[in-house]
């Protein structure tokens, strides 16, 4: 079974696509857990499932911050082609070792624009806040 934190994006860069206006739904959210120890706060940074509730009598509340995409959701949310100066570039998704590349190319030609992570769903977020940094989606 793959890790659920291999299967989203990482916390860093959830709020980095919250911040560049990527939508705020998802099944899975970072979510900020405040433990009361010896009167000092502590910062837990937690994955949440959606549909789970919140108690409020919980002593230790945990409040949603960003969705945490999954692969999947980042999936749909990137375009399968891009059409710059009237060249189409396709969507290329590859994994080498432990290093995720995705990229959008012409055929076999050096890719256009490409991506580094160790994750798919990192790699595919970083992807996504390129491409809307260039303006090429909205």
């Known amino acids: 079974m793959i890790p659920k934190k291999q299967q989203v ?6 709020e980095e696509l919250k911040k560049a206006g990527y939508k705020q739904e ?6 900020y857990l405040i433990q009361h120890d010896d009167a000092k706060e502590l910062d837990i940074w937690n994955i949440n499932r959606c549909e789970q509730p ?16 999954t692969v999947a959701e980042l999936g749909e ?15 290329d998704i590859l994994k080498v070792d432990k290093c995720w590349i995705i990229s959008y190319r012409v055929g ?3 890719a256009n624009i490409r991506i580094e992570a160790d994750t798919e769903a990192n790699a595919r977020a970083k992807m996504w806040l390129s491409l809307k940094k260039q303006g090429l989606i909205k």
Do not use: F, M
Not at 54 to 69: L, M, S, T
Not at 77 to 91: E, F, V
């Open 9 to 14: 994006v990482n916390h860093k860069l959830s």
């Open 26 to 31: 998802g099944l899975w959210w970072w979510g």
């Open 54 to 69: 919140i108690n409020e009598n919980d002593p230790h509340p945990i409040e949603k911050i960003c969705v945490a995409p």
């Open 77 to 91: 949310a990137l375009p399968d082609y891009l059409n710059i100066k009237r060249t189409i570039y396709q969507l």
């Open 108 to 110: 076999c030609a050096k």
